[in-house]
C-alpha cells in the first residue's frame, strides 16, 4: 500500500511540474505513468484512494494561487473539489485495468496478459475526467488538463487535429503506454498480491490461447508502434503560420498596486493603460513601430464604466484618436441593474463605441456567488464579491475595418474563458480570423497563474490555427502565433507595449471541424468499456463458479 501511495503521490507532483512556470512536459506523461502503476491491479476503493492523492499532489500546489489574497479556504476548497476528480479517476483506472480478460476484443485495447495495464482504457477515461471536471459543477473548470502542459511539446500539433481532449489523450495514452512497459518488464514492482493475481488464477484455461505470439507486432511490439504513431501524427500534421497579417497592439498598462485592492484603484488603472497608449503612439510617430491596424488593452482596463462616466469616455476616446487605430478594451459596465458586466468594447476612430462582447461565463466565487446565503455558512469571504457579474447569452465577434484587409472579424474571449472548449471554438467557428484573449492577473500577484493561462492560449492557437493576442493588465502578456510560438512576450508587472504582425486565418482546422465530437466519442467508448467489463467480469464469476462444480464432480467420481 505505502509503495503504492509513493507511486500515485509522486505522480501527482510530476503532473504538477509539467505545468507552468517549470513546465517541464515530459513529466506529463511520467506522471500518468506512475499514477496507472499505483491504479494497477487493485480494489475500486483502493484507486480512488490513489487517485485522489495524486490528484491532490497535483492540484493543490496548481491552484495554490487562488488563496494568496483571500486566505486558504477558497484555495483547499477548490483544490481538493478538483483532487475528488481524480479519485473517480483512479477508481475507474483499478475497475478497468483489473477487469478478466475479454477474448474477442484486440490485445491493443484490452490486454488479455498480465500485466492489466490497458493504455487505452486510462487514455479515455482521463478524457472523460477532464470533461466532466470542466463542465460540473457550476460551469466547471477546465485548469490544470493534460493538454496545458504541452504548450512546449511536439505533441502540442495534436491539438490542431482532436483539440485539447485529443491532446489529453495523446499524453494519458503514451504515459500509460510507459507504466504498461515497466510493468511488464518488472512484474513484482508493486509486490504483494493483487485483483491481477486473481483475474489470472480465475481466467478460463484456454485464455492462454488468446495470447498473442510474443514476437508479433501486437504483442511485445505495441507499445513501441503506439508511440511513433502517436509522435508521427503531431509533426506529419503541422499547423500552418501563412496568411495576409494584421499589425496590431497589445497594450499592458499594469496596476497602481497589485493584489485585491487593484480595483480600489479604477481611475489610476485606466490612466496607466492611456499613458501606455499614448507611449506606443509616440513609437509609431519616431518610427519605432509600425502604425497599427488593432490595439488591444487587457480585461479591466476601465473599471469605470464608460457608458455612463464621461471622464472615462473621454479618456477612451482620446486613446483611439492618438493611436488612430480601432481600439478592443476590457470594462466593467454597470447593467444590467442589479448586476454589473465583464465587458470587452470595440471603439474605432472617428465612431466611438460600436460593439460590445459581455463574459459568457463569469467565474463562481470571483465574480458571482451561486447560493450566495448557503456558502456564507462555511465562509465571509463571499461578501468580497458585492454584486454578481450577469452571464453574456451571445457568442463575441467585432469586425476591424482595415486599409489593407478589408473587415476583419476577430473572436474576443475574457480571462478564464480561454479554458473552455466551445466558447473558444463557436467565435472561429463564426468566422473569427483571429482570437483576442484579455485577462486580468493583478489579483494573482507573482504565481504561476498567468504563465498557465498563457499556455493554453498556446494551445488555442495551435487547435485552431488562430493567432492569439493574449493580453494582461500585468503580464504575462504575449502575441501569439497558430504554431503556438510567443513573439514580443512581456513580464509580470510591468508597462510595455507589445507590437506585432499576426497572420489572418479563415481555413478551419481538422479539430475545428470535429468540434465537441472526440470528447462526447470518449464519454460513449468509456460507458462500452465499463459494460464490457461488467459482462467480462459476471462471465468470468460463471465460468469460476462452474469449474469447482466440475472439480467437485471429479473427485466424487
Same mark, same amino acid.
Request: aromatic fraction near 8%; include cysteine; charged fraction near 15%.
Given at each position: ?13 510530476? /503532473? ?69 476528480? /481524480?479519485?473517480? /479517476? ?49 460551469? #466547471? ?79 511485445? #511490439? ?43 484603484? *479604477? ?221 514580443? *512576450? ?68
Amino acid at each position: 500500500m505505502w509503495r503504492r501511495l509513493g507511486l500515485s503521490a509522486a505522480g501527482g507532483l510530476c /503532473l504538477w511540474l509539467s505545468f507552468p512556470t517549470l513546465g517541464i512536459w515530459p513529466l506529463a506523461i511520467l506522471g500518468v505513468a506512475l499514477l496507472s502503476l499505483a491504479t494497477c491491479g487493485v480494489r475500486a476503493r483502493a484507486g480512488f484512494l490513489y487517485g485522489l492523492v495524486g490528484g491532490a499532489a497535483c492540484m493543490l500546489p496548481v491552484l495554490h494561487w487562488t488563496g494568496i489574497y483571500v486566505g486558504a479556504v477558497p484555495w483547499l476548497a477548490l483544490g481538493v473539489t478538483e483532487s475528488i476528480y /481524480l479519485g473517480f /479517476l483512479g477508481l475507474g483506472i483499478a475497475i478497468l485495468q483489473s477487469a478478466r480478460p475479454i477474448h474477442w476484443l484486440p490485445n491493443w485495447l484490452w490486454p488479455r496478459n498480465s500485466p492489466h495495464v490497458r493504455p487505452f482504457c486510462v487514455a479515455i477515461l482521463w478524457v472523460v475526467q477532464e470533461g466532466v471536471r470542466s463542465s460540473w459543477p457550476f460551469g #466547471g473548470f477546465p485548469w490544470a488538463r493534460l493538454a496545458w502542459s504541452q504548450s512546449g511539446s511536439p505533441l502540442a500539433h495534436l491539438a490542431s487535429i482532436a483539440g485539447g481532449p485529443g491532446l489529453s489523450f495523446a499524453v494519458a495514452f503514451l504515459g500509460a503506454v510507459l507504466a504498461a512497459v515497466v510493468h511488464r518488464t518488472f512484474p513484482r514492482l508493486l509486490g504483494g498480491s493483487t485483483v491481477d493475481d486473481e483475474v489470472v488464477r480465475t481466467s478460463t484455461a484456454g485464455s492462454a490461447a488468446s495470447f498473442l505470439p510474443a514476437g508479433s507486432v501486437w504483442g511485445r #511490439g505495441w507499445p513501441a508502434v503506439a508511440v511513433v504513431a502517436v509522435v508521427a501524427g503531431s509533426i506529419w500534421y503541422p499547423t500552418p503560420t501563412s496568411g495576409s497579417k494584421l499589425q496590431v497592439v497589445g497594450i499592458q498598462g499594469n496596476v497602481p498596486t497589485m493584489g485585491l485592492d487593484f480595483n480600489a484603484q *479604477r481611475e489610476g488603472v485606466l490612466n496607466y493603460h492611456a499613458e501606455t497608449t499614448a507611449r506606443a503612439a509616440a513609437m509609431v510617430r519616431s518610427g519605432t513601430i509600425p502604425q497599427p491596424d488593432l490595439v488591444v488593452w487587457p480585461e479591466n482596463a476601465s473599471d469605470i464604466d464608460p457608458t455612463r462616466n464621461a471622464d472615462a469616455m473621454t479618456k477612451i476616446l482620446r486613446s483611439v484618436a492618438v493611436v488612430k487605430a480601432p481600439l478592443i478594451l476590457g470594462a466593467v459596465l454597470n447593467q444590467p441593474a442589479p448586476d454589473v458586466s465583464n465587458a470587452s468594447l470595440l471603439f474605432l476612430p472617428g465612431q466611438g463605441l460600436v460593439a460590445q462582447y459581455i463574459k459568457q461565463h463569469p467565474v463562481p466565487f470571483a465574480e458571482y456567488i451561486p447560493d450566495r446565503s448557503f456558502f456564507a455558512h462555511f465562509s465571509d469571504k463571499v461578501n468580497l464579491v458585492k454584486v454578481d457579474f450577469a452571464k453574456g447569452k451571445k457568442t463575441g465577434l467585432f469586425t476591424i475595418p482595415t486599409k489593407t484587409h478589408g473587415g476583419v472579424k476577430v473572436g474576443p474571449v475574457i480571462c478564464f474563458e480561454v479554458a473552455y472548449d466551445n466558447l473558444v471554438r463557436l467565435p472561429v467557428e463564426d468566422g473569427a480570423q483571429m482570437i483576442i484573449v484579455q485577462t486580468n492577473n493583478a489579483t494573482f500577484g507573482r504565481t504561476a497563474e498567468s504563465e498557465q493561462q498563457l499556455a493554453i492560449s498556446r494551445i488555442r492557437a495551435i487547435e485552431h490555427g488562430r493567432s492569439v493576442v493574449h493580453i494582461s493588465t500585468v503580464g504575462v502578456s504575449g502575441l501569439i502565433t497558430p504554431d503556438g510560438v510567443v513573439h514580443d *512576450r512581456s513580464s509580470l508587472f510591468t508597462s510595455k507595449v507589445l507590437s506585432g504582425a499576426l497572420p489572418l486565418r479563415s481555413t478551419l482546422t481538422i479539430s475545428d471541424r470535429l468540434g465537441a465530437l472526440p470528447e462526447n466519442l470518449a464519454y460513449a467508448i468509456a460507458v462500452a468499456l465499463f459494460f464490457l467489463s461488467a459482462v467480462g467480469s459476471r462471465r468470468g464469476r460463471e465460468t469460476s463458479h462452474d469449474n469447482k462444480r466440475s472439480s467437485r464432480g471429479s473427485q466424487l467420481v
